[in-house]
């Protein structure tokens, strides 16, 4: 797959779902979507697009949201992207992935002379970092999740390809808060780069 300078991208947009894009209504990631992306660009979603827990209604939100937005979307599949490919076929959604475990998907590229990882999860395991922060600051589970982290181990698959590649960056969602802890991690959630797809080239 190629990566350019001019393509865009976002990640965690979790269009139907109000509570998950802090506060942004669908309304607004979708025109800030439209005025930012033409007909003619690509942008590469790192996951989350949308989520529904009933798989009719799923289906419904990905067509719907596939056929609002501008520009040739290419989805690498997060935690809550999980119709069949068929269904995001139908929204003109391409799902992208370089690498043969589904729960590792990602893409790679170079911008800027930078070699770039681009996947849903962060190759480091931010939410226990963070837990351990808030705990100290306080006293606050920053994610309510068990000991045994459920993404702990496409976490660890993906830090082990960015490492025997020796890659520079990660661009990354899932973790939608603003956090700063590695200059290497570059999260792309709506909120850290003002709620509408970014071109890598700005980024980097």
């Known amino acids: 797959m190629i990566i350019t300078e001019d393509m865009f991208v976002i990640s965690d947009t979790h269009f ?28 590469l979603h790192l996951g989350d697009f949308t989520l529904d827990d009933n798989d009719k ?4 939100k990905i067509i719907k949201y596939g056929n609002l937005l501008s520009g040739r979307i290419l989805l690498i599949r997060g935690n809550h992207d999980t119709a069949p490919a068929g269904v ?30 681009f996947s849903h999860y962060p190759i480091i395991d931010l939410y226990s970092i963070l837990n351990t922060l808030t705990y100290f600051t306080n006293k606050h589970d920053y994610n309510n999740y068990p000991d045994e982290n459920p993404f702990k181990f496409p976490i660890e698959q993906l830090e082990e390809i960015f490492i025997k590649n020796k890659f520079d960056i990660n661009i990354h969602g899932h973790i939608h808060n603003k956090i700063k802890l590695f200059d290497n991690l570059i999260n792309v959630s709506p909120a850290n780069i003002g709620y509408s797809p970014v071109k890598l080239g700005d980024l980097i």
């Open 88 to 117: 995001y076929e139908l929204a003109g959604i391409e799902l992208v992935n370089e690498f043969k475990n589904p729960w590792c998907s990602a893409v790679t590229g170079t911008v800027k002379n930078k070699k770039i990882l």
């Open 16 to 43: 139907g779902d109000l509570d998950s894009v802090e506060n942004a209504s669908d309304k607004y990631l979708v025109d800030n979507w439209n005025k930012t992306v033409s007909e003619n660009d690509t942008v």
């Open 57 to 60: 209604a799923l289906k419904e």
